[in-house]
């Protein structure tokens, strides 16, 4: 009876409180002092304080220091693959002599020795090479000798970073190392590549491909149309061009189609940059070429000078070759003179445009290739306006040979100069999945001067700028890096480079650094210098979750530094922010203890483990995983195969035992020691073991730390993680997270987490603490705040600073497929968001993802104090929950539902929703204008800030336990078979209430299981224990008894709480609230969360109705049980449980 007379004591005591109240119904500090003291109990607060109290010093960060010192680094790593080009140019240059006609190596497409290697993401052979011989390489062709293998299997040794090495010969094959599996023997031709066109002739090229489509284009050769013949050769020689080239393709008969205006209007009037997203989109609309009529030949030549006309001839300040590849099957039947048209037209441009002719077939008379041949030579044409260029004509009898001879124009801009620079490509994608890469290439030459080939190595940009990658000084500094036409390679406001899986869009760092001051020093660093300047700029801080989020943007000013980058085409700057200061701890002692490897798979560790949540875990002691930020040389840990000698290194220095630092910054030493004795503070709260999930805290520095302990995936970056992001724009506050379904325990979670500084709200952010729970406790502790919010009158909810729903009664008492995940209150309350609206408490706001060419809208709330708005047609008041990011509205239950749509849909993601016209819009997106052509965005004075990218994906490297966890113990005991009510069952992590069976019919008898057994309220297997006899559904045994007698007390309470409430309302005076204070929570570190699509079901009530036999109950008191409530004050009421219908397909 002491448990049941002390919680009827908090009740009354609630009432009375009341009875002082000010006007409002509820105050938002009183949920404020809940979360606080429930996050003081699971640690905040003391893990605070350990930091607080820990020797430390902090310094100011300077960036022109960095700048040198990365910018050296930078250029390192550039000379390796720099240096592998050179190494296998030299080699070649000298074995000339000894070619032969012998193959050594065998072809690609054998795939002989292959397996897989996790270096290069396919299956290769690292003890070979490999030939790729096209089917037009000639026939006089001799091979290298195994002396250039050897030079390539030596480069990989001096530098592991290096991926393709190879060798382009100009007789048409490719040599490669390591040897890797191609699909096909003859199709590849190296020299139609951009690499090697690049290298052999490096200027930049304007290319208007001439197609005729006239009725005889429809004519087979050896069962394929001319058409598609010509499709494929102009295919080709977009093939040629990378993306500081620029290209055109026009279609003629009587008349002429420039290709792919439909969808992109700009190529009207320009040529278009050579980029992959418009080279797919062209080769698209070129296989798309229909057969017409005749053939004009001087209709089309005009369209391609007009083109030619608009587009401007310096791009990016560079020389430019510009031609015209003019393909015909046959004579000119309509038009006038083209002699005539070239000569006007090409005289008005400088006559700086070379013609090529090509003659597919032998229809031609020779007064038709006449006229062909003096189009090449621009006979009309008046050299008085600038030296004439002559191309060339073909006449292209085989038309197998037709991709070839197109392909093979650019040998025309050789100007007999050996090149001794090393070309680098605009990144690529690599096809075998390494991502991100870049070919470093030397042209080279035979002993007689004549081009021989090209020598390349490969590496991939995430290996090269890992220190732009992973650069973390202060909180308010930042790196970037361009290339000298100003392409962005990496910002913080971009993808990490790691994460780029498709062909990518290189924005142009103007749209990412828009202050008229960054854009002066931009200018210089695209001349090549070196210098510093203070600016004053708009800077995108993240939120979180970017879709549901947004972002928010602060104006700071700050000190450019920038540099150039030895051995590369690129420029970097370091960005500091005024007055940013770092902090770093010292002298912290460390011990045997202080790590333990989150590579529980390696069976490092004699401890005993047990299953938490499903996964393979030990609650002897917190694990502690490194992230890439945590090592010097990032990229050779994320390609390191982690072993038990490497983590023994690791060990050996972070506790202690020796001084040998295995590669980690200065910083790690101490954070790991630091953060070890957060696990101290987590083991010493064992009251709370039952009612969170994870506890965790990550530092800036790479340090994460977790209990009880589990293995983590090796690509899991918590500061780049939502909750970590958070956190951190939110400083100093605690932040709630809004629900997700965890992919573990397949229950929905809240995270609630906080930043933790080196001494004082002032000072830098070193770490983010968060603690994980379910949403029903966190409901419960709504009611307990709030027990107004369990009358029938009223219903109480939460939401965060974006609008997100963090908890609402309908997240644990629902019908059919729950809506919980990203739910946002234009969803759930369209009511009160139009009001909030309309009163601008509640803003619309956007960004601009220029990764996917849309600007993204999201909501955000702000308000300074209460509101109340009951008043209002939509009834409610809204309180800011002091020190927190969330919000607690509490509305009146007869308000009739709002006619209002703002948002019908749900579970698809804001960045697949597209915009509707009402200004309450579901969270959605609008395409925004991105010019294809000029490869830019035409940005205006009031375009919406940047978005800052979304999370890395972790799936593709989640981790799978179940074997191992098959048959063991769990971590913590939650004694769900002892709950005997709904309430006690889900106040405990691992319990789960049952109420259906393994059939989906409701279970006679609901009882408390572990969720393994009984995961969302449905037995896995039935058994004749829980499947026979009928009971009322109260919950049985004992708890049903002191439920009745609450019930029972509740009664007489509630009509005394509803005569208050509604005296309280009339009062114009306030008072103070003294609401007793329950606590408990559940999970979020690991999740994967989802951004939309089908959820899985959950049955959850969150109510305490203590009992004798139910253990490990909240120690403060509790609210009423919110079933009890609404079938008191609601005759008729039925919990939600006895009419749920049967699971979702979704289970």
């Known amino acids: 009876m002491g448990r049941v007379d002390s919680y009827l004591s908090g009740i009354i005591f609630i009432s009375l409180c009341t009875s002082i109240s000010n006007s409002y119904l509820i105050r938002g500090n009183d949920l404020s002092s809940k979360i606080k003291s429930f996050t003081d109990i699971i640690g905040f607060s003391d893990i605070q304080q350990l930091y607080r109290d820990a020797p430390s010093s902090s310094f100011t960060v300077e960036g022109v220091s960095l700048v040198t010192e990365i910018s050296a680094t930078l250029g390192v790593k550039f000379n390796g693959p720099v240096s592998a080009a050179k190494a296998i140019k030299q080699s070649v240059e000298s074995e000339e002599s000894r070619f032969s006609s012998t193959l050594l190596s065998s072809q690609c497409c054998e795939a002989v020795g292959v397996s897989y290697s996790s270096k290069f993401k396919t299956e290769v052979a690292l003890d070979r090479s490999c030939m790729q011989i096209s089917r037009d390489a000639s026939p006089d062709r001799k091979y290298p000798t195994r002396a250039i293998e050897d030079v390539m299997r030596e480069n990989a040794r001096q530098n592991p970073n290096l991926k393709w090495q190879y060798f382009a010969s100009e007789d048409g094959y490719y040599l490669s190392w390591p040897s890797v599996k191609q699909s096909d023997c003859s199709n590849y031709d190296p020299r139609f590549r951009p690499f090697y066109v690049a290298t052999a002739t490096p200027v930049h090229k304007d290319v208007v491909v001439i197609i005729d489509r006239s009725g005889s284009m429809s004519t087979t050769h050896n069962g394929v149309t001319l058409m598609k013949i010509a499709q494929d050769a102009a295919n080709t020689v977009l093939e040629t061009l990378n993306p500081n080239d620029r290209v055109s393709v026009l279609a003629f008969e009587t008349g002429v189609e420039i290709i792919g205006t439909s969808n992109r209007q700009c190529l009207q009037t320009e040529l278009a940059q050579a980029t992959p997203l418009n080279q797919k989109y062209l080769k698209a609309r070129i296989n798309s070429i229909r057969t017409g009529l005749a053939t004009n030949y001087e209709a089309a030549l005009s369209t391609a000078f007009d083109i030619f006309s608009t587009s401007s001839f310096l791009s990016n300040g560079t020389h430019r070759e510009q031609v015209i590849l003019f393909l015909t099957d046959g004579k000119k039947t309509a038009g006038g003179d083209p002699l005539t048209k070239i000569a006007q037209r090409n005289q008005a441009l400088g006559n700086r445009v070379m013609i090529f ?268 995983m490194l992230t890439p930020g945590a090592f010097r040389d990032p990229v050779k840990y994320i390609n390191t195969e982690e072993t038990t000698s490497i983590i023994q290194s690791y060990e050996s220095f972070l506790r202690g035992s020796t001084t040998v630092n295995p590669g980690f910054k200065d910083s790690v030493l101490d954070s790991v020691a630091l953060t070890y004795q957060a696990e101290t503070i987590w083991k010493r709260s064992t009251d709370q073991a039952e009612l969170v999930v994870w506890r965790y805290i990550g530092t800036t520095d790479g340090v994460m730390r977790l209990y009880p302990g589990a293995q983590l995936p090796k690509n899991y970056d918590h500061t780049r993680r939502p909750w970590f992001i958070r956190s951190v724009a939110l400083k100093g506050k605690l932040v709630v997270s809004s629900p997700y379904l965890d992919q573990w325990s397949k229950g929905y979670l809240i995270t609630v987490s906080t930043t933790i500084q080196e001494s004082s709200t002032n000072t830098p952010v070193v770490a983010v603490a968060g603690t994980d729970f379910r949403v029903p406790y966190m409901y419960q502790l709504l009611l307990g705040s709030y027990p107004v919010c369990s009358q029938a009158s009223y219903s109480c909810f939460v939401v965060d600073s974006s609008g997100l729903v963090v908890i609402h009664k309908d997240f644990v008492e629902f019908t059919g497929e729950p809506m919980i995940e990203n739910m946002h209150i234009i969803k759930k309350e369209p009511a009160i968001a139009a009001d909030l609206l309309n009163s601008r408490h509640m803003t619309k706001a956007s960004c601009l993802d220029f990764e996917h060419i849309k600007e993204q809208f999201y909501y955000r709330l702000s308000m300074t104090g209460s509101i109340d708005r009951t008043s209002s ?56 204008f991105y010019n294809y052509c000029l490869d830019r965005y035409p940005l205006l004075t009031d375009a919406a800030p940047t978005c800052s990218p979304q999370p890395p994906d972790l799936v593709s490297e989640s981790i799978s336990e179940d074997d191992k966890v098959r048959g063991l113990g769990e971590c913590f005991d939650a004694g769900c078979s002892q709950r005997s009510n709904k309430g006690g069952c889900h106040n405990v992590s691992g319990c789960s209430w049952c109420y259906l069976d393994d059939t989906e019919n409701s279970l006679t008898s609901p009882f408390c299981g572990t969720f393994y057994t009984c995961p969302l309220g449905a037995l896995l297997t039935c058994t004749a224990e829980h499947c026979g006899s009928t009971d009322d559904g109260s919950g049985g045994g004992s708890g049903g008894a002191i439920a009745g007698a609450i019930i029972g007390v509740l009664a007489a309470v509630a009509v005394v709480v509803g005569i208050i409430i509604w005296k309280r309302r009339q009062a114009s005076a306030a008072g103070n609230n003294c609401h007793s204070q329950p606590q408990g929570v559940d999970n979020h570190a690991h999740s994967s969360a989802p951004s939309g699509g089908q959820q899985q079901p959950m049955t959850t009530f969150a109510s305490w109705e203590p009992t004798p036999s139910a253990p490990s109950a909240p120690p403060m008191s509790a609210p009423p049980s919110y079933e009890e409530s609404n079938r008191h004050q609601n005759p008729g009421y039925q919990p939600a449980y006895n009419n749920y219908p049967t699971k979702g397909a979704g289970y």
């Open 357 to 624: 002719t090509y003659a597919l077939g032998n229809s031609f008379d020779a007064a038709d290739k006449k006229l062909l041949e003096d189009m090449a030579a621009q006979t009309q044409t008046d050299s008085a306006f600038g030296p004439i260029k002559q191309g060339e004509f073909k006449q292209i009898l085989d038309p197998d040979l037709l991709r070839s001879s197109m392909a093979s124009y650019y040998n025309r801009f050789s100007n007999n100069q050996h090149g001794s620079e090393p070309v680098f490509s605009v990144p690529y994608i690599d096809l075998f999945g390494l991502g991100l890469i870049t070919s470093v290439c030397l042209p080279v030459y035979r002993g007689s001067g004549d081009l021989m080939g090209v020598a390349c190595s490969d590496v991939t940009m995430a290996d090269l700028l890992s220190d732009i990658t992973y650069f973390s000084q202060g909180e308010l500094s930042y790196a970037f890096i361009i290339d000298q036409y100003g392409r962005t390679l990496m910002h913080p406001q971009l993808p990490q480079i790691s994460s780029v899986q498709d062909d990518p869009i290189f924005v142009h760092i103007d749209h990412l650094e828009r202050s008229s001051g960054a854009a002066t020093v931009i200018q210089e660093m695209l001349k090549g210098t070196t210098n510093k300047s203070i600016v004053t700029s708009e800077r995108t801080i993240p939120r979180g979750s970017v879709l549901y989020e947004g972002i928010e943007t602060r104006s700071i000013r700050s000190t450019y530094a920038w540099g150039t980058v030895p051995n590369s085409n690129l420029s970097m700057a370091i960005v500091v922010g005024e007055g940013d200061t770092l902090a770093r701890f010292q002298n912290i002692p460390t011990s045997a203890n202080v790590f333990h490897y989150h590579r529980l798979d390696l069976n490092l560790y004699q401890t005993s483990f047990c299953k938490h949540f499903n996964r393979y875990a030990t609650k002897d002691f917190s694990i502690a």
């Open 873 to 928: 047609p939509a009834a409610y008041e809204i309180h800011p929950v002091t020190d927190t990011n969330i919000f607690v509205i509490i509305k009146t239950r007869s308000t009739t539902s709002s006619s209002n749509t703002c948002c019908s849909s749900y579970g698809v993601a804001p960045d697949q929703k597209q915009c509707g016209l009402q200004s309450c819009d579901c969270l959605c997106y609008k395409e925004t």
